[in-house]
């Protein structure tokens, strides 16, 4: 079964929040996300939810992430400029395990850049959204439908994984309305984080097996605990024992590397047969899309591997492109920023078509690149 909607990405995405749960969201509006801003404080009240805008970025973040604290599903929206702003959050959140999602709705860039405009100009600043040892989870729809369902996702993950999940809509994908086939609400699975229901003096919420998510019962329910962006024990306090701090680090980061198969979600469009392996994300998967249906016209056999969840990267499938294509192309809306890590993983050199001038990227364009390979 399933829905069909008429509606932009920005909107969708706000649904998908409120289906999966999410009753509070705290940002400040910025081109072009704002309408995420705008839907969620017309679906929030009429659900129970709170809507707060904030007096700027860094005040959005930190109250989604008190609210999260509070057991509260909690989603923060804005743009390139804001998610420098939200940086040092972000890390205080991966610090203490704290489901959140944050959809950055990508436009040109750097500083004030292309506020209007396309790009995808986030993509490495996604994988390190704070400085320290962090392993970012990125999700990055390219169609409307998976405006919602990988929103909807991003949620799950963020309970699951006790982290922040990034959600990267570009300005196409996020101002896009057209018709959507949504799947119908029975059929998504909601996660909630895990509680601890044991012995209140007994409660160690960060005393977590290697790679495993901390525990952390909202506050106010009578479990006593300590939050803090310093390194911590097991019940939360901070410490500069050696041992221990090396010990959380590495559960912060494995508990993200060991399950990358939980997040990973990769589409392949006439990739089985191909003679040229094109690899594009976004709204550029849509141009790269239509660019491979002009080619096969005339005898080519292009193909697309398309990365949903960009962070972790999908690593196997990478490889696997960069071994079995004589020719391979990377189409991107920014100067190769995904390019790196393509061919990091690889170990072989991707042709490229990079556009970073604020428009989309027009089919002939990348048939054009693919001829000239």
């Known amino acids: 079964m399933s829905r069909e909607v008429i509606c932009n990405g920005n909107e969708l995405a706000a649904h998908a929040a409120i289906d999966a749960g999410c009753r509070f969201f705290s940002g400040y509006p910025i081109t072009p996300s704002s309408e995420i801003a705008h839907e969620m404080s017309v679906l929030l009240p009429k659900v129970g939810g709170k809507f707060i805008q904030m007096e700027d970025e860094i005040a959005g973040v930190l ?12 989603l923060s929206a804005t743009s390139g400029p804001g998610m420098s702003l939200k940086s040092e959050s ?18 040109g860039g750097p500083s004030t850049g292309l506020p209007t405009r396309v790009a995808q100009g986030d993509i490495s600043f996604a994988r390190n959204p704070s400085f320290g040892d962090i392993r970012s989870i990125a999700l990055c729809p390219g169609t409307l439908a998976e405006a919602y369902t990988e929103t909807f996702r991003a949620f799950n993950l963020a309970e699951r994984f006790m982290t922040p999940v990034i959600v990267l809509l570009d300005e196409t994908i996020g101002h896009m309305h057209s018709k959507a086939v949504l799947p ?26 290697p790679n495993e998510p901390a525990t952390l019962n909202p506050f106010f329910t009578g479990y006593r605990y300590h939050i ?11 410490t500069e024992d050696a041992a221990l701090c090396q010990k959380l680090i590495e559960r912060l980061t494995g508990k993200i590397d060991n399950y990358q198969s939980e997040i990973e979600n990769n589409e392949s469009y006439l990739l089985d047969d191909a003679d040229i392996a094109i690899i594009a994300y976004g709204s550029a998967s849509l141009a790269a899309k239509e660019a491979i249906n002009m080619a096969r016209k005339e005898g080519i056999k292009a193909g697309l591997f398309r990365p949903i969840a960009l962070w972790p990267s999908p690593q196997a499938a990478i490889k ?9 192309l990377i189409v991107e809306l920014n100067m190769g920023q995904y390019a790196l890590e393509i061919e990091r993983v690889a170990k072989r050199p ?12 027009e089919p002939s364009v990348i048939l054009k690149r693919i001829k000239e390979l």
Request: charged content about 25%; glycine content about 10%.
């Open 350 to 361: 991707f042709a490229a078509l990079n556009q970073a001038n604020g428009r989309a990227i």
């Open 184 to 209: 119908d609400l029975e059929s998504l699975a909601i996660v909630n984080r895990k509680r601890y229901d044991g012995d209140r003096q007994s409660y160690k919420p960060y005393d977590a097996p």
């Open 63 to 74: 109250a989604a992430i008190g609210a999260s604290a509070s057991g509260i599903k909690a």
């Open 320 to 328: 696997e492109i960069g071994e079995k294509y004589e020719k391979r």
């Open 90 to 107: 972000f890390g205080l959140a991966f610090m203490y395990e704290t489901p959140l999602v944050c959809i950055d709705v990508m436009r």
């Open 228 to 238: 803090t962006g310093l390194h911590h024990g097991a019940t939360g306090f901070p």
